[in-house]
């Protein structure tokens, strides 16, 4: 981008270097000399060049701020006695003591005490949250009000704050795919410039008015100096830097440039819901009272035949019970039936807990819970009997509970014009209770771990952008296969590697502001871009004088590089806009989604067609129930395939329609694919 300039002020500097040595060398109207306009030029471009250099330099401050969060020591418990040591002298396995208002220096997990930490520097959550013994703790978050104790588990580069900052750098290295565009129209655009240049001296040298070498040269340096591309190649890094960075202050880490750019583009985004749309454990949500015991003395029965359980659905209940204050007591005569339930003596009264069948099995009548079990099932939670000296004493339901901005965030999701898909391996019914309270229109359900990635193709054929969001650990091949992959609530290596974006908080409304985030840029950009050619392309006819036949107007080289200097000014004043970026506030109360939810059951969970039905296609399938999608190699049932294709007196099977307009648009593309079982390459 250089080369424009160089060659413009060197070609005034020795013209005006030989008027000066010999000047009886040129005609007398000829022996004018420009080694102001050179120094001018020099200045102005310089004085550009420090603009950007401030700009540059402030778009790294997200990087400096999180390096300043690093804290210099930790107070180390050993041998009974505290001792302050340098941070970098803390190994795992280490106990360390932190006090109200200081740092916490390292990650670690709480072994004692308890207080509410600010974590607001590393997840980009306002709300502090409390720590126990067992919870997880992040280097540099701020300890608020009590003392804790917590044992280091990683420390120095592996910290999650090392983390964060070795990603933000390496998205604002990376080049987004707009960038690569700007890049190789620089790299035609200096040579049409030149070749302007050059037709502009000849020209004015053939037809302009005397002197009409000076008049050539200088018209030939002012197209040469305007047209440098700097605002084009500072469009883009620029944007890029200072959009990384403020994702980084939300708690959002970009893994690329290209992410960034992809994310504006999604249409389709497919939530998991375990750990996604719910908190990934489950809870006790009812308790209802059927006999003469009140709601705490049944709770607190159960809870204590529960307490030597290690079912899920048995912590969830103990949990509840401590929450509400009830003293347990150790159970006599415990047995656990695996799949069916617990029985126990609980101060001296037998307790049984567990599903229908277990129930009956004991021979205790289940009259007034079938209509419980089956209200609480459609609501996607799991109804257990309980039973006190052989009486129905009351049913409690459990489930996977909604986190409390999981609707509001999915209400602002289709509000941004997504369509929103949950995933998940439950059934259809608890899956369909789940999307109807979240306010989601469309379920894939049954669908085991190790074929989401399967799902996500499937609707990629439909020729969608998707984005998947999950995990990052059981879900990595599903964040891997989407357009872009969306870990949520953890900050792990393995979460950091399979996706794109990494959201170190668990709220779904960090996607919101993610996606935000990126059209933001992309718009920010494309300003970029518009600025950088705009300058060119009205500055370039002018300063080749397209307007001195009329007007009379001449642009001096001077005038020149200060437009020049301009148009970088206008992208880099531009681009720092983008530090203004606040998330949009998303309304705590959502209006629920009209219609309900569309469930389709996951088609990738059956063992393959080889192994348990014969498969076909076209007029051979006589006797076969399953038929291979061409385009994505789903198996399809074809009793119940929605979508064929007729081609030469052969019938193609497909699972969406998306896969047959693919098919129908270029069937030679796809033809023979359906044999094999495997999706054409598209």
Known sequence: MNALITVGTTAAYGYSSLVTVAPGALPAELRGVYFEVVGVIITLILLGRLFEARAKAGTGEAIKQ????????????????????????????????????????????????????????????????????????????????????????????????????????QAQGSKAPIQRLADEVASYFVPVVMSIAIATFVVWFVAGPPPALTLALVSAVAVLIIACPCALGLATPLAIMVSTGKGAEHG??????????????????????????????????????????????????????????????????????????????????????????????????????????????AGVAVDGFAEAARRLSTDGKTPMAVVVDSRLAGVIGVADTMKDDSVAAVAALRDLGLTVVMITGDNRQTAAAIARQAGIERVLAEVIPDKKALEVRRLQAEHRVVAMVGDGINDAPALAQADVGIAIGTGTDIAIEASDITLISGSLTGVVTAINLSRSTMRNIRQNLFFAFAYNIVGIPIAAGILYPFLGVRLSPMIAAGAMALSSLSVVSNSNRLRGFKPKPIPSVAVPFAAGPKVEVGMHDAAPSSQHAQSGRGDDVIGKTTAIDPVCGMTVDIATAEYRSLRDGEAYYFCAAGCKASFDKDPEKFIGAGNKGEPASH
């Open 252 to 361: 959002i880490l970009i893994r690329s440039a290209e992410a960034l750019e992809t994310a504006q583009k999604i249409d389709t985004i497919v939530l998991d819901k375990t750990g996604t749309i719910t908190h990934g454990t489950p809870a006790l949500t009812d308790l209802i009272v059927s006999g003469d015991l009140t709601e705490d003395d049944l709770l607190r029965l159960v809870a204590s035949a529960e307490q030597t359980s290690e079912h899920p659905l048995g912590a969830a209940i103990v949990a509840a019970a401590k929450t509400r204050g009830a003293e347990l007591v150790k159970p006599t005569d415990f047995e656990s039936v695996t799949g069916k339930g617990v029985r126990a003596t609980v101060d001296g009264r037998s307790v049984l807990v567990g599903n229908e069948r277990f129930i009956q099995d």
């Open 66 to 169: 999180l390096i300043g969060m690093q804290p210099r020591t930790a107070r180390l418990v050993r041998d009974g006695s505290e001792a302050d040591v340098p941070v970098e002298d803390v190994v795992p396995g280490d106990v360390i003591s932190v006090r109200p208002g200081e740092k916490v220096p390292v990650d670690g997990e709480v072994i004692d005490g308890h207080s509410t930490v600010d974590q607001s520097m590393v997840t980009g959550e306002s709300i502090p949250e409390t720590k126990q013994v067992g919870d997880p703790v992040i280097g540099a978050t701020i300890n608020q009000t009590g003392a804790f104790r917590f044992r280091a588990t990683r420390v120095g580069k592996d910290t999650m704050l090392a983390q964060i900052i070795r990603l933000v750098e």
